[in-house]
């Protein structure tokens, strides 16, 4: 039965799931598919609804279930074509292991036969250059090129020719399919055919890509060619001429499929030479090697490798005089004979490799200056270099580059697959997490591959449990002579400046997952402009990414290598700095988002520390945005270093960005109940007040009333403890609002307590604004004046209940806006909201609907109090039997449920969802 996936984003989070069926995939994966280098604030959010969408269009078809970090499609292999097709091609590969290369042919044939198309071809152009599907691209055109190789040796062409020539259109420029494809046709009898085929093939390159074919195409054609009416069998290679030195690479390599076509792409360009840099132990000597091997046909004239040693353990980078000496003795031009000069031996080299076709691979290249000499001047010479500094200046003079990072998750279970095979797949979430704990990094998962196959009887989770237990980089040493995770890292290190040391090792205790170019400086004690030269240095170096402009981040294990440099009084110097920087910004931007707000100092910042201030309200938020990932984190710091007049701080200033946000379970629920904590140990009584109101506003919209009260009772228990007249006020109006300010019409009994509270809450407003308390202040009479203003709703309330008169109670509202009025407070008060709810109360749902329009117009974009209006407002709707209103209604709403999964939300969801409102007919009353 075809299952209906929804909207292209659904269907694209559906592909990648099916494509990795199986194996967890991260949600920063999902995001990165659906909206590269820019996702949206609510990303990760919007990935969780369409997920929830598929689960419930995909019913008994498979299960989508959550994993750490993100999701896992679980089925059958029956039920995933790609199960089924992994799982015939690795039963081709155990048969042919066997020598049953008959049966291996059919388990082909049958995995091939369930391609109908090329991969996600019904997802957009941008979508299916995911280096997910390029790479389950490159995955069929190996099979098929396996495939082809075995029917050919075993006489059993037919059965593979449909097959092939359906999928050539798929690998248009894949010489190694196309070269398959006409030597099928040729032993099949149809030469001409094949022959044509060549034509196209070689028309296309040259008109699109405006290259040659390449050995495995000529070799094809020529070998059709000389078959003229005899059986074609497939030849074998000659050796190739010319000097050959590149080292042997693990047959077990795998992966970085996505990658390899990229360098392949990359050495097409004008000027062939690519230079590939990465962390130390992203295997970027292994990935250069790989695609020389693959691609040595193309260079019958030489295949050199040389280790530049630019970060070598021992010793110092190569000179470059001595690399030409070593290239030159490989041409064949004894050392006896070559120019004394680095210069003549510049000129002969490139002088012998004018006219030849020949591949250089420079490994670990230390700066431009080591290679620059090295470049050959002819056009058939390419040169993979691999380095872990940048080489600016080559790129600038034409050499392409591109970035290795670590493994994607697909890549990391690959690559794992290839070294222990079935002990993945019989522990898939202990390989999940051995892949987790080395961060993705080929160096610390080749370590732990080998130390799995070192002794079998190891389970992969008791390798994991091992891996946990271990402190930090400790895990990855002693097991592979001479590869141990630590001691690459520090050839990288060793190369640094003084500063940039330094500030290595001080990011390396930032507790957040990047930073950016401001955070640094306070980390570093620089000003901004230098600060950017070190974070260059490092970024060059490889042991820093900037993962966008002006945002920064350390891989998990470089960060440890980071901390573990640093002794206890840099480690406990850099908190602070860390911890200041944010607490002094958030601060100065809690003062532009709500600027009537009551200030808080937070005493000076500490040495070094240059406070960034942002110079508006929407520039504050922006920032906030950019750094939410990073709060929790730095308070977690804060909290481990006992700083506890921090916390208080940091929980007082995020509250004025999330307030209004929907952003209360990632900030307020983990933070102020800590702050709260730490106030009460350090006996901080005005803090305490201010925590446990600010926990009762939390609960109060959670709609958790028992929790609610008591955080308010306790904050004007507080108040009366500490003689605080207007602590007492807050929470007594917290209070009533708690009661009257509830989904349905609170209780007869709720609104005389509600009363009772408000009448005591006034009376304290008018001692203090008489001055008959120890309140004197003209900002506490102030404050009071406006606290009163509050009071009303509860009389109000009362009014309506005792009387009926809807009049009545409003005027008892607009006194209490009036008072807010004459306060001079500056906040704007609107009895809309409770006026809306007494018509509705009354039965009058036309005029609730335009009060509740009236308050939307004055809360602009605040989510929840934009949902609390429109849900009432399609109630209203319901209730006159306009379906048409109430489905415009529901629409309005939809955008500010995004991100939103609590119970608040539910609660919402669900009553918009109850409106099933049907054409012209009557409803039933609500609430």
């Not at 066997?98 to 997802?123: I, K, N």
């Not at 979508?127 to 082809?148: K, Q």
């Not at 590869?483 to 507790?511: C, I, K, M, N």
């Not at 009236?854 to 709707?877: D, P």
Request: with cysteine; glycine share 8%.
């Amino acid at each position: 039965m075809e299952v209906k996936l929804g909207s292209p984003q659904q269907r694209s989070v559906f592909a990648v799931l099916a494509a990795c069926a199986g194996e967890p995939v991260s949600t920063s994966m999902l995001c990165d598919m659906l909206w590269g280098q820019s996702p949206p604030p609510s990303a990760a959010a919007t990935v969780q609804q369409y997920v929830s969408r598929l689960r419930r269009v995909l019913s008994g078809n498979g299960a989508i279930r959550r994993v750490p970090g993100g999701y896992q499609l679980t089925a059958a292999e029956p039920e995933v074509d790609v199960l089924t097709w992994r799982g015939l091609v690795a039963r081709a590969r155990e048969e042919r292991g066997r020598g049953d290369d008959r049966a291996a042919v059919t388990a082909f044939v049958e995995a091939l036969a369930l391609w109908a198309g090329p991969v996600a071809a019904d997802l957009a152009p941008a979508t299916r250059e995911h280096p997910l599907f390029v790479g389950m691209s490159r995955e069929h055109a190996v099979a098929l090129c396996e495939a082809a190789d075995l029917a050919l040796s075993t006489g059993r062409s037919s059965e593979l020719a449909p097959v092939l020539q359906r999928a050539a259109t798929w690998h248009r420029f894949d010489e190694g399919v196309q070269s398959r494809l006409i030597r099928v046709l040729a032993v099949q009898g149809q030469r001409a055919e094949a022959l044509r085929c060549f034509r196209a093939i070689r028309q296309e390159l040259v008109g699109e890509l405006g290259i040659e074919p390449g050995s495995l195409l000529q070799e094809a054609h020529r070998s059709v060619l000389a078959a003229a009416g005899k059986p074609l069998a497939e030849p074998v290679r000659p050796p190739l001429p010319g000097p050959a030195t590149l080292p042997v690479v693990s047959r077990g390599l795998s992966g970085r499929e996505a990658e390899f076509e990229r360098l392949d792409a990359l050495v097409s360009g004008p000027l062939p030479v690519v230079v590939v840099t990465g962390m130390g132990g992203a295997g970027k000597t292994s990935l250069a090697l790989r695609w020389a091997h693959h691609r040595a046909g193309d260079f019958p004239d030489g295949r050199f490798y040389l280790d530049l040693r630019g970060f070598a353990p021992h010793g110092t980078p190569m000179d470059p005089t001595e690399a030409l000496h070593l290239l030159l003795a490989t041409l064949g031009v004894p050392r006896a004979e070559q120019p004394s000069t680095r210069d003549g031996l510049a000129a002969l080299y490139r002088s012998l490799l004018a006219d030849r076709r020949a591949l250089i691979v420079l490994d670990n290249a230390h700066d431009d200056d080591q290679v620059r000499p090295l470049l050959p001047g002819g056009p058939g010479c390419t040169v993979v270099v691999t380095s872990r500094s940048f080489l600016g200046a080559l790129t600038v003079e034409g050499a392409r580059s591109m970035g290795l990072s670590v493994f994607s998750e697909t890549d990391a279970f690959r690559f794992l697959r290839s070294r222990l095979g079935h002990r993945v797949d019989a522990e898939p979430g202990a390989a999940a997490e051995v892949i987790a704990l080395c961060g993705r990094l080929p160096l610390a998962m080749s370590i732990c591959a080998a130390w799995a196959q070192r002794i079998p009887s190891f389970t992969l989770a008791s390798l994991a449990a091992e891996l946990r237990r271990r402190d930090g980089l400790d895990a990855f040493a002693g097991i592979m002579p001479g590869r141990d995770v630590r001691t690459v890292f520090s050839w990288s290190y060793q190369r640094l400046g003084p500063q940039a040391a330094e500030l290595f090792r001080r990011l390396g205790v930032h507790p957040g997952p990047d930073m950016s170019a401001t955070t640094a400086a306070g980390i570093a004690g620089h000003d901004r402009t230098r600060t950017l030269t070190l974070l260059t240095e490092l970024v060059d170096a490889q042991l820093l990414t900037e993962v966008k402009p002006g945002r920064y981040a350390l891989h998990d294990l470089v960060r440890a290598y980071a901390a573990e440099l640093s002794d206890s009084a840099e480690r406990d110097e850099t908190v602070r700095r860390v911890v200041d920087h944010f607490l002094h910004t958030l601060v100065a931007g809690a003062g532009l988002v709500d600027p009537v707000r009551l200030r808080r100092d937070p005493g000076p910042p500490a040495p070094g520390v240059i406070p960034w201030s942002p110079h508006d309200a929407d520039e504050a938020l922006n920032w906030f945005g950019d750094e939410h990932a990073n709060l929790l984190p730095v308070f977690d710091a804060a909290e481990r270093a006992g700083l506890d007049e921090k916390l208080w701080m940091l929980s007082w200033s995020i509250n004025a960005f999330v307030f209004e946000q929907i952003w209360w379970h990632d900030y307020i629920l983990k933070i102020a109940p800590r702050a709260l904590a730490s106030a009460e140990r350090c006996d901080a009584l005005w803090w305490c007040g201010y925590l446990h109101n600010t926990l009762g506003k939390i609960y109060f919209h959670f709609n958790d009333q028992d929790r609610a009260l008591h955080h308010f009772e306790q904050s004007a228990a507080i108040g009366r403890r500490t003689n605080n007249p207007l602590r007492v006020v807050y929470g007594l109006n917290a209070m009533t609002v708690t009661l009257l300010e509830l989904p349905d019409w609170p209780s007869d009994a709720a609104i005389e307590r509600a009363a009772a509270w408000a009448g005591e809450a006034r009376a304290l407003c008018e001692d203090i604004i008489a001055g008959t308390t120890a309140t004197q202040s003209e900002d506490a009479r102030k404050e009071a004046r406006q606290l009163i203003g509050d009071t009303y709703q509860a009389s109000a309330f009362s009014v309506l209940q005792r009387t009926g008169d809807v009049q009545a109670a409003i005027a008892e509202l607009n006194k209490g806006a009036q008072a807010h009025l004459e306060s001079g407070s500056g906040r704007e008060h609107s009895p809309a909201w409770a006026v809306a709810r007494f018509h509705r109360r009354a039965g009058d749902d036309a005029a609730a609907v335009r009060k509740y329009e009236e308050t939307l117009k004055m809360h602009g974009s605040r989510s929840w109090s934009v949902l609390e209006c429109l849900v009432n407002i399609a109630e209203c709707h319901a209730r006159l039997g306009d379906a048409e209103a109430v489905a415009a209604t529901k629409a309005r709403a939809q955008p500010y449920f995004e991100g939103s999964f609590h119970n608040r939300a539910d609660e919402m969801r669900a009553r918009l969802e109850a409106l099933d409102v049907p054409a012209g007919g009557p409803v039933r009353p609500l609430g």
